[in-house]
């Protein structure tokens, strides 16, 4: 299982790796604040919703190691989402706190957006184990705000796009597939159970 998390780690580190490379090379096209927070935006919501995509394949192939990288998966989401946030707070508002605020109230895809960062971020808190003892039940709720951090993210792209709908239209497709994939209606295959390697 190491090997699978270790490659998982750094393919999650890929994108981050080629913007890195970019700036660099100095080519991230014309405006590359633009290019930047584009870039993060799309990957936080992408592993979210790889994140969300777990339990379905888990369901449908009765493969279960892959739950074994979801905590991984959406620390990734967090993190881009992170980086996401500070590239708006540095390099678009230069850190004026009063602007950024005034954004946050004022611009409807903004506060959406905001709202999204505000779950990751309770998720990522709580993503530990000793997070998990101590709420007990509720950590499976609480972590249930994946779902409604994927949709507000969802509807923050839509939100900002003028014309072009088709991209956020794809992810919106994607989530309402891996909504669907979680009925109790649909058939299940038994996980199967996890095989120890035998050493001699
Ligand atoms: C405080 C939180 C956030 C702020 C201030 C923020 C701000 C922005 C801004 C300024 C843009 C570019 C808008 C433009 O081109 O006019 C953007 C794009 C985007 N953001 Fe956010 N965002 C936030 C949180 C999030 C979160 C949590 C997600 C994902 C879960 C997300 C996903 C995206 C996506 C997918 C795009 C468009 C990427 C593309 O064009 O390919 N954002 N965001």
């Known amino acids: 299982m190491i090997k699978w998390k270790l490659a998982v780690f750094f393919v999650c580190l890929l994108p981050l ?12 096209g014309p405006n590359p604040v633009e290019y930047l927070t584009h870039e993060t935006g799309a990957w936080a919501l992408r592993l979210l919703l790889v994140t969300l995509a777990i339990t379905p394949l888990r369901r ?24 996401h946030l ?25 506060t959406v ?16 184990t000793f997070s998990m003892r101590r709420l007990g039940r509720g950590w499976k709720t609480l972590h249930r705000l994946a779902y409604v951090a994927a949709v507000l993210g969802i509807l923050h792209f839509i939100w900002l796009v003028k014309a ?36 001699s």
């Open 17 to 28: 790796g080629f913007l890195g490379l970019g700036i660099y090379r100095e080519d991230l």
């Open 113 to 128: 957006g905001f709202a999204a960062f505000l779950m990751l971020l309770a998720l990522a808190l709580t993503s530990n």
């Open 164 to 199: 072009d709908l088709l991209q956020p239209m794809i992810y919106l497709g994607v989530f309402l597939f891996l909504m669907l994939a979680r009925l109790p209606a649909l058939p299940e295959r038994k996980p199967a159970p996890f095989r120890r390697k035998v050493t």
């Open 86 to 110: 500070l590239i708006w707070l540095w390099l678009d508002r230069e850190l004026q706190w009063g602007s950024m605020l005034a954004d946050i109230l004022k611009r409807p895809y903004i």
């Open 60 to 83: 449908f192939t009765g493969w279960r190691r892959p739950v074994l990288l979801r905590r991984m998966l959406g620390l990734f989401s967090f993190f881009y989402a992170c980086l």
